[in-house]
C-alpha cells in the first residue's frame, strides 16, 4: 500500500545514516518534502542527493540537536516558511557500560544527544504543529522496557524517549497532534559494522552471528523495516494511534523468556 504523504513537510534528526536514511528515503519516497537534521552536514547533503536523484524532495541542515539556539533557529525557519507535519526524533548516540563504567562525561554526553536532543526539537516544533495538528515520532529502543546488560547510559535515554511520548501525546490531543515511538531490537546499520571492527576484528563474522542470533526470529532487523513503520504511523491511516510504544524486535521483549 502506498501511502500519501503528499505536501507534508517532514523533519528527520540525524537523516544522513542507518535508520535515519532509510526513515528519510521512505517518507520522500510517499510525498513528503524532507528536512534532514544532521551532525555530519556531508551525510545529509548526501542522502538529499539520493531523493533528489530518485525525484523526491528534500534539504539538508547542520544541526547539533544538543544546543537549543540551533534547533530552533532551524526549525523556526522551517516552520515559517511552510509549516511543519512531521517530526521523527532519530539523532541519538550509543553508550557501552554499567553504571560503574559510566563516566559522568559519558552520561551529559548521552544525556544531551539523545534526551536533551528529542526535547529540543519538540518544544521547536510544537508552535507550529499547534496550528493545524502533526506527528511527532520518537526513535526509543528495547531498552526502554527491558534490561540490556552494560547499556546503562543509553538505556536511561531511551527510557526517557519513551516517556516524553507519553507526555506529549497527553499534553497535546486537543490539537491533533499525534505522539508515538518505536522500539527497535538489534538493527543491521553502519554503527553495527563499526562496533564489530572495531572491538571484533578477527572474530567479525562470528560476532555477527551471535548478534544476529540475540533477536528470537534469528536474524537482526533492517532499516527499511524500521522505516516502513515509520511511514505507517506518520501517514493518515494511522489517524487514530496516538500515546503507543510499537516495538520492531523480532521476538526480542516477549519471546526471549520462553
Do not use: W
Amino acid at each position: 500500500m502506498k501511502l500519501d504523504l503528499n505536501n507534508k513537510i517532514a523533519i528527520v534528526t540525524g537523516g544522513g545514516s542507518g535508520i535515519g536514511r532509510a526513515i528519510s528515503m521512505a517518507l520522500a519516497e510517499n510525498g513528503a518534502e524532507v528536512h534532514i537534521l544532521e551532525l555530519r552536514e556531508e551525510a545529509a547533503t548526501a542522502v538529499v542527493a539520493e531523493i533528489e536523484n530518485k525525484g523526491g524532495s528534500a534539504k539538508g541542515h547542520a544541526c547539533n540537536v544538543a544546543i537549543q539556539s540551533d534547533v530552533i533557529n532551524i526549525i523556526d525557519k522551517i516552520g515559517n516558511d511552510t509549516g511543519i507535519d512531521i517530526l521523527i526524533n532519530n539523532a541519538g548516540i550509543a553508550c557501552i557500560g554499567n553504571v560503574e563504567k559510566t563516566t559522568e562525561a559519558d552520561m551529559d554526553k548521552v544525556y544531551n544527544v539523545n534526551v536533551k536532543g528529542v526535547y529540543n526539537c519538540i518544544y521547536a516544533v510544537i508552535p507550529f504543529m499547534k496550528e493545524k495538528g502533526g506527528v511527532i515520532l520518537n526513535m526509543a529502543s528495547i531498552a526502554s522496557s527491558v534490561g540490556i546488560k552494560d547499556r546503562f547510559a543509553y538505556s536511561m535515554s531511551k527510557g526517557a524517549a519513551l516517556t516524553m511520548m507519553y507526555s506529549v501525546a497527553k499534553d497535546y490531543l486537543a490539537y491533533g497532534i499525534r505522539c508515538n515511538s518505536i522500539s527497535p531490537a538489534r538493527i543491521h546499520t553502519p554503527f553495527v559494522d563499526g562496533y564489530l571492527k572495531n572491538n571484533f576484528p578477527d572474530t567479525i563474522d562470528e560476532k555477527f552471528k551471535q548478534l544476529s542470533q540475540t533477536q528470537p526470529i534469528g536474524r537482526m532487523g533492517k532499516p527499511e523495516e524500521v522505516a516502513n513503520l515509520a511511514l505507517y504511523l506518520c501517514s493518515d491511516e494511522a489517524s487514530f494511534i496516538t500515546g503507543s510504544d510499537f516495538p520492531i524486535d523480532g521476538g526480542f521483549v516477549k519471546l526471549n523468556g520462553d
